[in-house]
C-alpha cells in the first residue's frame, strides 16, 4: 500500500473511522492499508467499535495483546516491521497517544519511512502519565503533525518541530461524534431494567463515571477513596459506570467492588461508541480521568468533571464544558453540587470541532505524498 493507518486501542478506533472514509474520498488513487496491533482485544473494547463505526476490518492485525508498557511496546515494534516491509508502504500514519503509537512510529522512522501523526502537541506536562512519553517521543519522530487544537502548535515549535511539518486539522473525533450523534442510543436500551429500578435510573438526572488512568485505580488508596466519592455522588444522583477491564480487576482485588455497587451506582461492562455517546449526550455531568470523554463533553456541551491534576487538552477547560478537579473528595463533590444548582459550564464548541477535520487531514495527505512527503 501507498499509506499504512495503524491503530491499538480503543481511542484511535473513533480516530481513524472519518480518517480512512476521507481518504477513500478525497484520496481516492492512494492505496490505503489499515493495520490493527490488537493491543485491545476484548469484543466490547474492539470489534462492537469497528463494526458501529463501519471500519473497514483490518488488513492485518498482530495480535500482541496486554503486557508490561516495555513488554507491550516491544511486541508491537517486533511484530510490525516485518509487517511494514511485506506492505511496501511509502508512509504510515499514527493517531493519539497510546504504546501502539510510539511503536509505529519508531519503527517506521528508523525504516526512512515518513510519519504521520494525528493529534499532535498535546501536553499534559506531566511525565508520570505514560502517554505524555508517547506523545513527546512520537512528535519529536513525525514528519507531518496534524494538531487538534491551537495550543499545541506552540508545544511543538518550543520542542524544536520545523513549523512547515505542522498543520492545524481540528479534532477528528468530533468529526465521529458529528457524525453519529443521530444514532446514539437511549439509556433505556443500554441499562438494564433491574439496574435502573434498582438505582432510580428513570428521571432525567444521572452522572456517568469513567475510569482507567493507572494514576487513580492502581493504587488503592488513591481507588478507595474514589470509589467513596462516587458513593457520596450518587446520594445527589444516580450514577452510572461504564467499567475498563483494568478497573474492574483493580476494584476486585482491592474488594471495593461491593461497596460500589452498595451506592447507587450501576457498574455495567465497556460500552460501544453509540451507547457511550447516548449515555454522555443526556448527562447531567460526566466524571472521568479519560482524554477523548474531555473533548466529547465539550463538543456535548456537557459539564465535564476531570478526575486528574492536569490535563493535555486545556481548550476544553478554556473554552469547553471540562473542570480539572484532581482526586480530592472535597473539591469533587463540591463541583458535583456547583453542577446541580447551576447546570455547570455551558462552554462554546472550539475552531476546527464541526466535524470536518478529516477532510482537511485528507487533502494535505493527499498533496504531501505527492509532493514526495515533503512538508
Ligand atoms: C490504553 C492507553 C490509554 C487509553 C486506554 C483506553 C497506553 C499507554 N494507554 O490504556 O492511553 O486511554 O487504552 O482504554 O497505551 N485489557 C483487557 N482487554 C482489552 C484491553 C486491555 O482486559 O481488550 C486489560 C488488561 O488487563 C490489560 C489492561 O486492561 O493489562 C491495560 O490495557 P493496556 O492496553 O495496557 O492499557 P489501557 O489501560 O487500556
Request: hydrophobic share 40%; charged share 25%; glycine share 8%.
Amino acid at each position: 500500500c501507498d499509506l499504512l493507518c495503524v491503530v491499538g486501542a480503543r481511542p484511535n478506533f473513533m480516530k481513524i473511522a472519518p480518517i480512512a472514509a476521507a481518504l477513500a474520498a478525497h484520496a481516492p488513487g492512494l492505496r490505503v492499508g489499515l493495520l490493527h496491533t490488537g493491543q485491545h482485544y476484548d469484543a466490547a473494547m474492539n470489534h462492537q467499535y469497528f463494526e458501529a463505526l463501519g471500519i473497514p476490518a483490518p488488513d492485518i492485525n498482530l495480535e500482541v495483546g496486554s503486557g508490561t508498557h516495555a513488554q507491550q511496546t516491544a511486541e508491537v515494534m517486533r511484530r510490525f516491521e516485518p509487517a511494514l516491509d511485506a506492505c511496501g508502504a511509502r508512509s504510515v500514519l499514527v493517531v493519539g497517544d497510546v504504546n501502539s503509537t510510539i511503536a509505529c512510529a519508531l519503527v517506521a522512522v528508523k525504516k526512512n519511512i515518513p510519519v504521520i501523526h494525528v493529534e499532535a502537541g498535546l501536553r499534559s506536562f506531566d511525565r508520570g502519565m505514560p502517554e505524555e512519553i508517547n506523545r513527546i517521543l512520537t512528535d519529536q519522530i513525525s514528519d507531518l503533525l496534524f494538531t487538534s487544537e491551537q495550543g499545541a502548535r506552540a508545544n511543538l515549535l518550543r520542542e524544536g518541530i520545523r513549523e512547515e511539518a505542522i498543520r492545524f486539522a481540528g479534532n477528528v473525533m468530533i468529526d465521529t461524534l458529528r457524525a453519529n450523534l443521530d444514532r446514539a442510543l437511549p439509556l433505556s436500551r443500554i441499562v438494564p431494567p433491574e439496574l435502573r429500578e434498582r438505582h432510580g435510573l428513570t428521571g432525567k438526572q444521572y452522572a456517568v463515571v469513567t475510569l482507567h488512568r493507572p494514576a487513580n485505580v492502581d493504587d488503592p488508596a488513591v481507588l478507595a477513596s474514589l470509589v467513596d466519592t462516587l458513593v457520596e455522588t450518587s446520594k445527589r444522583l444516580p450514577v452510572i459506570f461504564p467499567m475498563h477491564p483494568r478497573t474492574r480487576s483493580m476494584l476486585e482485588r482491592a474488594s471495593l467492588l461491593e461497596a460500589l455497587e452498595r451506592g447507587r451506582v450501576a457498574v455495567l461492562p465497556p460500552q460501544g461508541y453509540l451507547e457511550m455517546l447516548g449515555l454522555m449526550k443526556d448527562a447531567t455531568v460526566v466524571l472521568t480521568d479519560s482524554g477523548g470523554i474531555q473533548e466529547e463533553t465539550t463538543a456535548l456541551g456537557v459539564p465535564c468533571i476531570t478526575l486528574r491534576e492536569s490535563t493535555e487538552r486545556p481548550v476544553t477547560v478554556d473554552e469547553g464544558t471540562n473542570t480539572i478537579a484532581g482526586t480530592e473528595p472535597r473539591v469533587i463533590l463540591g463541583l458535583v453540587e456547583e453542577v446541580l444548582s447551576t447546570g455547570g459550564k455551558r462552554g462554546k464548541i472550539p475552531e476546527g470541532w464541526e466535524g470536518k477535520a478529516s477532510v482537511r487531514i485528507a487533502v494535505a495527505i493527499r498533496d504531501w505524498m505527492s509532493r514526495g512527503c515533503k512538508a
